[in-house]
């Protein structure tokens, strides 16, 4: 059958809409996917025949539970925890978890989806998959996280394992987390082994893993402007987000020379003309990870900053914007005024913070544009060497880790603009993480037949 004969785009996104329903976020990340695709493969007729993107899109299992806990005052609470296994092509599902209100399924399921791409662009082999429950641990108790983190795994436990699935950390879930989660899955099972990735490095952790996603961002970032024959030195960064990702790109940033301006929370941002420098750094990672206080307590502190409460930091004017807190944090009128102020380079730290209105207003603009699956890669690369250090039972050092994440970095941009390159000088990276992502998946699941 001729390619022509097979569905277009637009039929393709029907069916996603139609089985998926009331699940926005998953149809918006296959959408953007899809319409790389699609192009891509126009002359290949072994995809189509293969339904290789509709079975990437349906995820291969999702497990759906209830986590029972006790909270201070002896009441029971109930949460839906939830574990989606993507696609396992080219390796044992990898991704984390995330803790939030505002997980439900349909943001699992576009978490999953992206990290298939996103895992493969490393070159290791890790499939993808998401998970976490619609628990806030914001105003919890250490021994509440613990009850819920140990409930949880007490039925994840019997779906993961080091060549199964391998879950990490995401929002919500930080070393905390892992920590309790590691012990409940040991004392269950009666095994070490690395099921888990971002642990603590008393216990099989990488030197690397905390800081290797804001890191990576900034590296990507680097090489983006490299590209075009600029650095990162010089430049204002404007940075959402005050959690793990946003800290560790603020300090990468910093270090390279640039100066960041603001840093947020779901309360709002803050804005400091001053710059945001190593020690102010170290103080909101004091801030978040250990009096697990706000963001605005920040211009309380260092009085010349402003606390904007209820606002997102876009309209502070900069040459690197960094989104590093969330999903759609930046629509289309946001990513104008960032051009409008004349932003250079765009790199994402978090999963889809741009939406595909955003994205358009990036590419038209034709502004150095990093989507999340191939800017933020660089903390599920070095939980990938993680999983290599716990089977070896070996350890490197900060310094060895440095080095593979500034090359792991490198080859994902490499491999962008191999796809990406328009031709005119200017690199669609989304299509080249998309078109790289897709093809080692799809050539693997090509070789399985119908499985
Ligand atoms: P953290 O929980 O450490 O921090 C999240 C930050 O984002 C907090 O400042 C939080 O503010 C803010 N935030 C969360 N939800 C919202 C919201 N709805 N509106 C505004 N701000 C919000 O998470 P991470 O730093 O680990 O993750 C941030 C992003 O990076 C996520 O998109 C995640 O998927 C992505 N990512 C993370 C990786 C990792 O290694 N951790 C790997 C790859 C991607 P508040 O405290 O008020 O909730």
Redesign the pocket.
């Given at each position: 059958m001729p390619v022509s004969d097979h569905v277009n785009l637009e039929q393709f996104m029907e069916g996603v809409k139609k089985r998926n329903p009331g699940q926005a976020e998953f149809v918006q990340a296959v959408h953007e996917v899809a319409q790389d695709i699609f192009e891509f493969m126009a002359d290949k007729v072994e995809y189509h025949e293969a339904q290789i993107l509709r079975r990437i899109a349906e995820p291969d299992r999702i497990v759906s539970f209830r986590v029972c806990w006790e909270d201070d005052n002896h009441n029971i609470r109930v949460q839906r925890g939830w574990r989606v296994q993507n696609n396992n092509a080219i390796g044992p599902y990898k991704g984390?978890i995330?803790f939030?209100p505002?997980v439900t399924e349909s943001v699992l399921k576009f978490?999953a989806f992206e990290q298939t791409f996103?895992n493969s662009l490393t070159g290791l082999p890790m499939g993808g998959g998401k998970g976490g429950a619609n628990f806030n641990p914001?105003g919890k108790s250490d021994a509440e996280v613990m009850r819920f983190c140990q409930s949880f795994m007490t039925e994840l436990y019997r779906h993961i394992g080091p060549d199964t699935d391998v879950p990490?950390?995401?929002?919500?879930?930080?070393g905390r987390e892992i920590g309790y989660m590691f012990g409940q899955y040991k004392r269950i099972t009666g095994r070490w082994e690395g099921v888990l990735t971002?642990k603590g490095q008393e216990y099989g952790g990488s030197q690397m893993?905390p800081e290797?996603?804001?890191y990576g961002a900034v590296y990507f970032l680097q090489n983006m402007l490299k590209h075009q024959g600029m650095d990162v030195e010089g430049h204002t960064a404007v940075i959402?987000?005050?959690?793990?990702?946003?800290?560790h790109a603020a300090e990468k940033i910093t270090q390279l020379g640039g100066k960041v301006l603001t840093?947020?929370?779901?309360?709002g941002f803050i804005h400091d003309p001053d710059g945001i420098d190593q020690e102010k750094i170290d103080w909101v990672k004091n801030l978040?990870n250990v009096k697990r206080g706000?963001?605005s307590e920040y211009a309380d502190h260092f009085t010349n900053a402003s606390f904007h409460e209820g606002k997102?930091p876009w309209d502070v004017s900069c040459d690197l914007a960094l989104p590093?807190?969330?999903?759609n944090?930046l629509n289309e009128d946001e990513a104008k005024t960032l051009v409008d102020n004349g932003v250079k380079g765009v790199s994402e730290?978090?999963?889809?913070?741009t939406t595909l209105d955003g994205v358009k207003v990036f590419h038209d603009a034709k502004i150095l544009y990093g989507p999340?699956k191939a800017a933020?890669?660089?903390?599920?690369a070095v939980?990938g060497l993680e999983m290599s250090q716990n089977s070896e039972r070996i350890s490197w050092n900060h310094e060895r880790l440095g080095e593979m994440l500034t090359d792991l970095m490198e080859g994902i941009h490499e491999k962008c603009t191999e796809y990406g390159d328009q031709g005119d000088g200017y690199v669609d990276y989304v299509k080249g993480a998309n078109i790289a992502g897709f093809k080692k998946v799809a050539d693997a699941m090509l070789a399985f037949g119908v499985v």
């Open positions: 984390g995330r939030h505002s978490l996103k914001k990490a950390g995401d929002i919500g879930v930080g971002g893993r290797a996603t804001g959402s987000g005050s959690g793990n990702v946003a800290t840093l947020s929370d779901s309360g978040k706000r963001i997102r590093c807190a969330t999903q944090e730290g978090a999963n889809m913070p999340g933020n890669a660089g903390g599920v939980s």
